[in-house]
């Protein structure tokens, strides 16, 4: 199968250390790099506050990984962090490279209309 790119984000306890998290992250992404792929990325936000209650917790330890694997290397990532009691919410998004792309021309076109009114 071919290598695609993902983009994972994932919501901690908020009882974990913070100091912590860097290494758990890492633990629980060897799936990938055991399955041939790669981590890209990890951008650890730190504790925020959850829009409504996971679990009966109020706030949450963000983190927002970027990596390249196949499909069935991400669907068993995250069933893997599915069945960890530390994670509170995953979310894996297949990133598209035409989108991005097209993003920023959406964007110049915007104040230009914005003139016009």
Request: hydrophobic share 40%; aromatic share 6%; charged share 30%.
């Amino acid at each position: 199968m071919s290598l695609r790119q993902y983009e994972l984000m994932i919501i901690l306890d908020p009882e974990i250390e913070e100091r912590t998290v860097a290494p758990s992250l890492d633990k629980y992404l060897t799936v990938v790099t055991t399955e041939g792929g790669s981590v890209d990325k990890i951008d650890i936000w730190g504790r925020r506050r959850l829009a409504y209650d996971i679990k009966k917790k109020s706030e949450g330890i963000y983190a927002v990984v970027d990596f390249t694997a196949t499909p069935a290397t991400a669907k068993e990532l995250d069933r893997q962090l599915g069945l960890n009691e530390v994670v509170l919410r995953t979310k894996v998004l297949r990133r598209e490279e035409s989108k991005a792309a097209a993003a920023p021309a959406v964007a110049a076109e915007v104040p230009a209309e914005a003139d016009a009114s």
